[in-house]
């Protein structure tokens, strides 16, 4: 583990912010690094603590959801042994968009200092954003960007994401292929920006996409949709372009159906991973860290305890856009495979910040 996090360090020192592609390749972390925060002193316009976290999360049913969750109450623990939090209260549930609202409001009223939230909609839950502001907590979006200016978005750029294995899946097919699209949850904002990015890029590239279904970032939901798309367009097409959630369902439905002859994107998972090496696919695996939700509970203890943000790292205004880190492909599949060895199906190739790297955002 001490090896892996030193690689980790290795690997995105010097990052820096604006999304920019990492060089080299991240490695599987599943511990949190030492939070490195301040000995407990207040910056300017601060506070010592102790501080009360919160957490806001409106949908249940994903292995990567719940890695997101547990991050964070490992680095909470860790800020938690040197005094600098006392509570982490989190509110995670299958809930709409009212439903959210009303665990924003839970958190404000239980009296948290920051709101770290997944959220279900990029600008339903502003007013509820605008009423947390105003009550003096800072929030903090992870996953997917929000258009409130009252919150600061902590993400990586989920439309880029969706595009780099749209590229690889319109080289493989070629002009005049045809695709099918297998997506997340209608209306989501991550989902809504990955359609968009992947659109754009195989209409560009001359690829026809014969139709689109949502699997809800289910891998049974994903394989269900997949086996109709192929009874019903099999014939008909070249590939597909699965995201995040849905595509280890959708390589099975294509293993079952026998028709490995058609080309699909993929996850840096460790059950798809697994499943492309033992089936010997050629696809690719992006990355989307859960880790995430540790960099944004680290920028949040670092504003708390009067850090401020340098306004030349964040876009439009209040967006840090986060290192993409390289993809899976086949060339390096087994040395992802040994970093995930002993990983559930579920596990997926993580990165987060340090405290070092967090500072690097701030004046």
């Not at 010592?48 to 890695?67: D, H, L």
């Not at 009296?111 to 009423?131: C, K, M, T």
């Not at 367009?233 to 159906?257: F, H, M, N, S």
């Amino acid at each position: 583990m001490v090896a892996l996090a030193a690689l980790f360090a290795l690997v995105l020192t010097g990052c820096g912010g604006g999304g920019d592609q990492t060089d080299g390749e991240p490695t599987a972390g599943d511990d949190t690094e030492d939070p490195g925060t301040t000995d407990g002193d207040a910056g300017e316009g601060g506070d010592a603590g102790p501080f009360t976290i919160g957490v806001s999360n409106g949908f249940t049913g994903s292995e990567w959801r719940t890695q997101m969750l547990a991050n964070i109450e490992a680095a909470f623990e860790e800020y938690e042994e040197q005094g600098l939090v006392d509570e982490l209260i989190i509110e995670s549930a299958d809930v709409d968009v009212d439903g959210q609202i009303q665990q924003i409001r839970n958190l404000v009223n239980a009296g948290v200092d920051a709101i770290i939230i997944n959220p279900n909609s990029p600008d339903a839950l502003n007013a509820a954003f605008d009423e947390a502001a105003e009550a003096g907590v800072r929030i903090y979006a992870i996953d997917q960007a929000v258009t409130a200016e009252s919150v600061t978005n902590v993400v990586i750029d989920q439309n880029e994401w969706a595009k780099i294995s749209a590229r690889w899946l319109a080289e493989q097919v070629g002009e005049g292929g045809r695709v099918v699209g297998v997506n997340g949850i209608a209306g989501h904002p991550a989902n809504e920006a990955r359609w968009s990015g992947a659109t754009e890029v195989l209409e560009e590239a001359g690829v026809e996409i014969v139709t689109q279904a949502n699997a809800n970032w289910s891998q049974s939901e994903g394989a269900t949709v997949m086996a109709d798309l192929l009874a019903q367009y099999g014939d008909d097409i070249d590939g597909v372009w699965a995201q995040d959630g849905v595509a280890e369902g959708v390589l099975r439905a294509l293993v079952d159906a026998d028709r490995l002859d058609l080309v699909t994107t993929g996850e840096a998972r460790a059950g798809y991973m697994r499943l492309w090496q033992e089936h010997d696919v050629d696809t690719i695996g992006v990355v989307n860290p859960p880790g995430v939700g540790v960099t944004a509970l680290r920028i949040a203890m670092r504003e708390l305890q009067g850090g401020q943000l340098d306004e030349s790292q964040l876009t439009d205004g209040n967006t840090i856009l986060l290192p993409m880190p390289d993809s899976v492909t086949n060339a390096e599949l087994e040395e992802w495979l040994a970093e995930v060895e002993d990983q559930p199906d579920g596990y997926s190739v993580d990165v987060m910040l340090s405290d070092d790297e967090v500072a690097t955002y701030f004046q």
